[in-house]
Every structure is written in structure tokens, then in C-alpha cells.
């Protein structure tokens, strides 16, 4: 499979936010949404097998068991279900990453998966590509992210998480993107009275970009 980059960080958003994580981004998109920060990821990946990838793993995130599938899209790639699999078998904890394109029913259902599932709201250009079926596949263990542009999006997450009773369902969690600062979203969730997470992007606390994240962990 394409593999753009591998590395050793922390999760930087969603209920594993914080904890050591090893990433794996796979090569491939199948949406452009206006606001993508990893567009990098749409092609130019190196060709590594599966248990090149679980070599890599264990050497370079050893004493961790948390690994990310992220991407681009992962869920495009045939390979994944085995990928999925080699990591289960070897009995780690799997976050993928997932944009709310792809039926999630077609890949294992397994207590070590958490599946992170993005629903893209109007400003990101690709709200009609959302495949809302996978909301009733959500377990109490995974969680659904909402990033938020402006006003109207807030509105547009506000009507799918009640119509769908995703926070009895699900870990449900509201996220501003550049353009709408964190302050405003908290007032709105406490205006309407929605029991959601906000969550932030810690890593771009930390970090001011992704490669000066990778030559910090590289350069220790």
C-alpha cells in the first residue's frame, strides 16, 4: 500500500487527545474539502508492505500502543482490512481516521477500533458526500467530529447530532476551524444547551506545522 509518512507523536484531537500515538497516513483523498491541512496526502506515497509497516511500528513506537490510521481517506485503500487485522492480531488499539465518505460496515468490528468519523458541514464543500448510514454504526466507543466554520455549520451539526441522538450513541465532539475562534463556538453550545465536547487541535498548540513536528521528534 502508499504510505505517505509514518512517525511517532501524540493524538492531537478527539477523546484520545494527549496520549503518545503512532501515525500511519496512507496515500489518497476522495473528497477536497476547502479547509484540508494534509493535501500533501493526495499522492506521492511510497509503496510499503504490511509487515514493513508493523516493522516499523515496533521499532519506532515501541513502549506505545496506540496507532492511527489517518490519511487523505484510509478507508479507500484495499489493503486496510488486512492491515486492520495484522494490528489486531498483534493487539493494539487502532484510531482511523475517517471523512464520513465511506459505509464503515465493511471493515472489522472490533474492540480495539475506534472509528474517528469526520461529518463535513456546508463550508467545507463536501456535505453532500457525507454517507449518514454510518451514524447508526457508531458504538459508544468511537466518536464523531464536527468542524466548524461558521454559524451555519454550527446549525447544520446541531440538526444531525439531535436527528441521529448521537450523544446518547456516541462520543460526539464540535471543532473550530481558522476563521471561527473557540470562544464563539463555546457560546453557542451553551446558548442551545448541547452536551458536546469542543475539542482543539493540540497538536497546532504545540506545533506551529506538521514538519516541524516530525524534525522535533526526529532530532531527539
Excluded at 106 to 114: D, Y
Excluded at 124 to 132: D, Q, R, T, V
Excluded at 186 to 198: F, P, S
Aim: aromatic share 8%.
Amino acid at each position: 500500500m502508499k504510505i505517505i509518512e509514518t512517525f511517532l507523536s501524540i493524538q492531537g484531537e478527539g477523546i484520545n487527545s494527549g496520549l503518545p500515538t503512532f501515525f500511519v497516513r496512507l496515500e489518497g483523498c476522495n473528497l477536497r474539502c476547502s479547509y484540508c491541512d494534509t493535501k500533501y496526502s493526495f499522492s506521492g506515497g511510497h509503496e510499503m508492505s504490511i509487515d514493513n509497516i508493523l516493522s516499523k511500528i515496533i521499532k519506532e513506537g515501541a513502549g506505545f500502543n496506540l496507532i492511527c490510521i489517518t490519511g487523505g481517506e484510509p478507508l479507500i485503500n484495499k489493503e486496510i482490512p488486512q492491515l486492520l487485522s495484522a494490528l489486531i492480531k498483534k493487539g493494539y488499539m487502532i484510531d482511523i481516521e475517517t471523512n464520513g465518505s465511506v459505509l464503515i460496515n465493511r471493515f472489522p468490528n472490533s474492540k480495539n477500533i475506534l472509528y474517528s468519523l469526520d461529518i463535513k458541514c456546508p463550508s467545507s464543500g463536501m456535505s453532500e458526500k457525507m454517507e449518514f448510514k454510518n451514524l447508526d454504526l457508531l458504538k459508544k466507543k468511537d466518536q464523531v467530529k464536527f468542524i466548524i466554520g461558521n454559524y451555519d455549520d454550527f446549525i447544520y451539526s446541531k440538526n444531525i447530532v439531535l436527528k441521529f441522538k448521537l450523544i446518547q450513541n456516541t462520543n460526539v465532539i464540535f471543532s473550530p476551524i481558522d476563521g471561527v475562534n473557540a470562544d464563539k463556538l463555546v457560546r453557542w453550545i451553551l446558548k442551545e444547551k448541547l452536551n458536546v465536547r469542543v475539542g482543539l487541535q493540540i497538536h497546532k498548540v504545540i506545533w506551529k506545522s506538521e514538519k516541524e513536528e516530525l524534525m522535533l521528534i526526529d532530532s531527539k
